[in-house]
């Protein structure tokens, strides 16, 4: 649905089907090896049988801490695939938004001067917020572009992104905006 949004959804959208589809994995092999091994070595009547103690095996210990390095050094490579891009300098043709936070409230101002309490960004063409917090801790949010930053009172911070299709799309502070 909201696919290509911009110039970093898909990515992002990688990282989190990647990730999600090795939770998966691991979750249905697990429950079933579990289920299997309850089923297999439960006690049966008659069975005096004693645990033997099995020493260590090398190559089974290798193998198993080399698997996971790899899959997590998958999953950090296709999080910073997302990541990379959000964080980059943007383009020197980037329109600049002046994107003001404060309590309850949003205040975009344009190149042009114009101030208004809504985003509006052309398609297909690189947008850069400047992102300002008058006082307290904000987080911009626009979640169908894959778009989260804080922003901290007295520091200077920007995001940039390219969107590639019109629509309506909402934008949430994802801090509370309170006093406390």
Known sequence: MYSNLTNYTDKVDDAFLFILSIIIFFLVSITATIIIFIVKYRKREGDNRKAAQIHGNNTLEIIWTAIPLVLVLG?????????????????????????????????????????????????????????????????????????????VPGREKSVWFTPNKPGRYDLFCAEYCGLR
């Open 75 to 151: 999953m950090f490579y296709f999080g910073w695939r997302g990541w990379k891009p959000l964080y980059s300098k943007a383009p020197d043709n980037a329109m600049e938004v002046k994107t003001t936070a404060r309590m309850w409230s949003w205040t975009f101002e344009y190149e042009n001067g114009k101030k208004i309490d809504t985003l509006y960004v052309p398609v297909n063409q690189p947008v850069k917020l400047n992102l300002e917090s008058i006082d307290v801790i904000h987080s911009i949010y626009i979640p169908a572009f894959r778009l989260k930053m804080d922003m």
